[in-house]
């Protein structure tokens, strides 16, 4: 008889999103974000990962020379140097159709994401958090989403939390 508690595609590619968080170096923000290929994604079996990605600087941009404050003057800050978790994903993705693909993070994504997502052929968002939804950014973002036929979904996780455990010996 097969394991009952092995865990949904769901909660599994958004349980990638949260571990490619672990690598931001964001003191106050960490987002992933995990691509996976959709039903119609041509050349691409269904539920196959086709990019991650997390907020950080682009390449050469070195964590140490690189601001991350959120206050102060502009150039002090991260905002004109961060790549969100989303686009940085879709750029990672290196020219590989993601028409057709869904995303996952855990925070419903801003209007400069949502534009690269849509520019890109991402067909669905699919999302933990919307804990910003009264801001504009967010709004501007639903606009544009709905406009281009983005399906939104809100992920009703089937389970709270997935334990890593490095501790093989445990197995
Ligand atoms: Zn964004």
Not at 30 to 39: H, L, N, R
Not at 89 to 105: C, D, E, P, R
Not at 127 to 138: E, G, I, M, P, R
């Amino acid at each position: 008889m097969k394991r009952p508690d092995y865990i949904s595609w769901d909660d599994y590619f958004m349980g990638m999103a949260l571990l490619a968080a672990k690598r931001s170096k964001d003191p106050s923000t960490q987002v992933g974000a995990c691509i996976v290929s959709g039903e119609e994604c041509v050349g691409q079996r269904p539920n196959t990962i086709l990019s991650l990605g997390y907020n950080g600087f682009p390449i050469g941009c070195k964590d140490d020379h690189f601001p991350w404050d959120r206050e102060g003057n502009f150039l002090d800050t991260k905002y004109p140097f961060v790549v969100h978790a989303e686009l940085n994903a879709i750029l990672n993705a290196q020219g590989k159709s993601l028409v057709g693909a869904k995303l996952y993070v855990a925070l419903f994504p801003c209007n400069e994401c949502c534009k690269a997502i849509i520019q890109s052929g991402i067909n669905e968002v699919i999302y933990l958090s919307d804990k910003y939804a009264q801001t504009d950014v967010v709004k501007a973002s639903k606009k544009m989403f709905e406009a281009a036929g983005v399906k939104l979904t809100r992920l009703e996780t089937q389970t709270s939390k997935i334990v890593l455990d490095f501790n093989v010996e445990m197995i």
